[in-house]
């Protein structure tokens, strides 16, 4: 059984279209043993959500909640092929984590190389902690490229839950998830499982990630969620990055 305490993409009602609170995500995440919690809500350029004043306020917001730790952040979009996204450098910098990721309403779909340039640039912004949901159809890309990248520049290739789960608004991402991950292995890259929760109930649901990573006998060692200072070392090497 995999080893999984935290949760790194979760939304909440600040997101626009998320329906709990921080409070009630985060008792959803100590009901089920998680140590860390981040809430990482969809940054301006997503339709209906907050704007730039909501993610620089954060500092008034208390990091631990029922015995959980918190990491408060955005999932940022990416705007084109230079991987800009839609948040300031001094905004970024009061981030705890930050997720980039690839949406509809925010950038058309491009070509491969054009989806793959975005991603890569992404990565190697040492602002840009976690590549979101890499895996969707509508947006191909070249994944050795985007996994090289990761390995470079230290960042972490999500696993998104809700990817997986049929029905969604991603469909038939297995493929690109287990291409990915293969190519994970081969290069020794880490990858961060995320619920992509938008609702307290969601909140730790890793259960199809997990099933697909036990069929690839993915290793555990290179699966973040298996703790806390894992992550944390990740954060440290990408800050150190800015110096």
């Not at 976690?130 to 191909?140: F, M, N, S, T």
């Not at 050795?144 to 038939?172: C, D, F, H, M, W």
């Amino acid at each position: 059984m995999i080893k999984d305490v935290m949760d790194t993409h979760t939304h909440t009602l600040a997101s626009g279209h998320a329906y709990s609170t921080i409070r009630e995500n985060a008792a959803a995440a100590a009901r089920k043993g998680l140590e860390l919690l981040a809430v990482t809500e969809h940054a301006p350029r997503m339709t209906g959500s907050c704007q730039a004043i909501y993610f620089q306020n954060l500092k008034v917001v208390d990091r631990h909640a029922y015995d959980v730790e918190l990491m408060l952040g955005a999932e940022l979009n990416i705007l084109d092929e230079q991987g800009t996204v839609d948040l300031t450098e001094n905004t970024l910098a009061q981030m705890d984590l930050a997720i980039a990721s690839l949406h509809i309403p925010c950038i058309v779909p491009g070509s491969r190389e054009y989806n793959t340039q975005a991603c890569v640039n992404a990565v190697k912004n040492p602002r840009i902690h976690i590549l979101g949901h890499p895996d969707d159809p509508r947006y191909p890309v070249d994944f050795r490229a985007i996994v090289q990248a990761a390995k470079e520049y230290g960042t972490l290739l999500e696993l998104n839950e809700n990817s997986l789960r049929p029905g969604g608004s991603r469909k038939n991402t297995r493929p690109q998830d287990e291409e990915m991950l293969k190519l994970c292995v081969e290069y020794q890259v880490p990858i961060v499982i995320g619920s992509d929760a938008h609702t307290d109930t969601d909140v730790g649901r890793h259960d199809l990630a997990h099933a697909l990573l036990e069929e690839l006998h993915f290793p555990e060692e290179l699966i973040v969620n298996r703790s806390v200072d894992a992550l944390k070392t990740v954060l440290e090497n990408k800050r150190l990055q800015l110096k």
